[in-house]
C-alpha cells in the first residue's frame, strides 16, 4: 500500500531563506509525482507535476525532483517570501487517485 | 474563468438528513474525483469518474454516494449523514484520466454533522 510521507511538519525561516521540503514515498511505481499548494480557507492549488520518466520541473522560484528508486521528491524554494507562507503537499499518482502526505506548513517570517 | 466550483461552502447539518453537496467544472473535463480532508489523516479519495456514467470507489468510500449524468457535474451526495463525516470536502477535476494530468481543485466545503 502506497504511503506518502512529508518531513518536516512545519518550517518557519526568515525571508530571503532557500528552503527544501522533503516528500518520500514507499511504492516506486508511480506515474506522476505533484506538488500543492494549499492556503487556509481555500482549496489546493498545482504548483509542479513532475512525469515518472522526469527527474525534475522548474516553475519560476520552485523546483521539483524526483528520485523514483528512492522514493524521493523535494521541493526548493528560492529567495523565500512571506506570500509563500502556506501549507505544501506532495501527492503520489498511482491508479486512478492521488496519495496525499500530510503536508508541510511553511511560514516565512518578514 | 476556468474553475471548479462546489457549495455549499460551508454547511451544518443533522444526523440522519440527506444533503448533497454540489460539484461543477467549465474546463470540459472528463476525469472528476472527491477527497476528504482531516486532521492527521490528510486528503482521502471518496469517490472518482473517469466520464459521464462512469464512476467508481475511491478508498474511503462508506455513505457517499455520486453520480456523473453531466460531464461538468459530479455530486457527492450523503443519504444519512453521520457525525464521523464531518470533514472538509474537495472536488477535483482533470482534462483526461489521472495519468499525468493536473488536477485542478474547488475551495472545498466544509461540513459539520450534528
Known amino acids: 500500500k502506497q504511503e506518502v510521507t512529508q518531513i518536516p511538519a512545519a518550517l518557519s525561516v526568515p525571508e530571503g531563506e532557500n528552503l527544501v521540503l522533503n516528500c518520500s514515498f514507499t511504492?516506486?511505481?508511480?506515474?506522476?509525482l505533484q506538488w500543492f499548494r494549499q492556503d487556509p480557507g481555500k482549496g489546493l492549488t498545482s504548483l509542479l507535476l513532475?512525469?515518472?520518466?522526469?527527474r525534475e520541473q522548474t516553475s519560476g522560484r520552485l523546483n521539483a525532483s524526483l528520485d523514483k528508486s528512492s522514493g524521493r521528491s523535494t521541493l526548493y524554494i528560492a529567495a523565500s517570501q512571506p506570500g509563500d507562507s502556506a501549507t505544501y503537499l506532495c501527492?503520489?499518482?498511482?491508479?486512478?487517485?492521488?496519495?496525499f502526505g500530510s503536508g508541510t506548513r511553511l511560514l516565512v517570517r518578514p | 474563468e476556468a474553475q471548479v466550483t462546489q457549495n455549499p461552502r460551508y454547511l451544518i447539518t443533522v444526523t440522519g438528513k440527506k444533503l448533497t453537496v454540489t460539484c461543477s467544472q467549465n474546463?470540459?473535463?472528463?476525469?472528476m474525483s472527491w477527497y476528504r480532508q482531516d486532521p492527521g489523516l490528510g486528503l482521502r479519495q471518496i469517490y472518482y469518474?473517469?466520464?459521464?456514467?462512469?464512476?467508481d470507489k475511491g478508498d474511503v468510500p462508506e455513505g457517499y454516494k455520486v453520480s456523473r449524468k453531466e460531464k461538468r457535474n459530479f455530486p457527492l451526495i450523503l443519504e444519512s449523514p453521520s457525525p464521523n463525516q464531518t470533514s472538509l470536502y474537495f472536488c477535483?477535476?482533470?482534462?483526461?484520466?489521472?495519468?499525468?494530468?493536473?488536477?485542478?481543485f474547488g475551495p472545498g466545503t466544509r461540513l459539520l454533522v450534528l
Open positions: 477535483a477535476s482533470s482534462l483526461r484520466s489521472l495519468l499525468g494530468e493536473t488536477q485542478y
Open positions: 511504492d516506486s511505481a508511480i506515474y506522476n
Open positions: 513532475i512525469q515518472s520518466s522526469q
Open positions: 501527492a503520489v499518482d498511482s491508479s486512478y487517485k492521488l496519495i
Open positions: 474546463m470540459n473535463h472528463e476525469y
Open positions: 469518474s473517469m466520464n459521464v456514467e462512469v464512476t
